[in-house]
């Protein structure tokens, strides 16, 4: 079984910085492409920024140039550094990877639990 597990999550003044940690634990083969979400009240879950095993990376346009996402394959986590954090930005953040596990051909997607993320002043 593959759990992934979020951390860094907070409360934090607009302007400020932030930076979470999805870590991948289990029988993993390979994990593969990973991601972050996030899911404010009332609204759908969103793609904020995903990352290749390659790591190639993509991010919601509302994040560019604010947020960067990274991972470090030996550790099989994956971060969000998030800074100039905005109001809109609020929301529960969530880490998906897709992981091949326990062997290379049995692949599935996986969701951490979630890690709330607050910006007010």
């Known amino acids: 079984q593959v759990q992934l597990v979020e951390s860094g999550g907070g409360s934090v003044q607009p302007g400020g910085s932030l930076r979470l940690s999805c870590a991948a634990s289990?029988?993993?083969?390979?994990?593969?492409?990973m991601g972050w979400y996030r899911q404010a009240p009332g609204k759908q879950r969103e793609l904020v920024a995903g990352?290749?095993?390659?790591?190639?990376?993509n991010y919601a346009d509302s994040v560019k140039g604010r947020f960067t996402i990274s991972r470090d394959n030996a550790k099989n986590t994956a971060y969000l550094q998030m800074n100039n954090l905005k109001p809109e930005d609020t929301a529960v953040y969530y880490c998906k990877a897709d992981v091949s596990a326990p062997r290379w051909y049995e692949r599935n997607d996986y969701w951490g639990q979630g890690t709330q993320v607050t910006v007010s002043s």
């Open positions: 990352i290749t095993s390659g790591g190639s990376t």
């Open positions: 289990g029988t993993i083969f390979s994990i593969n492409a």
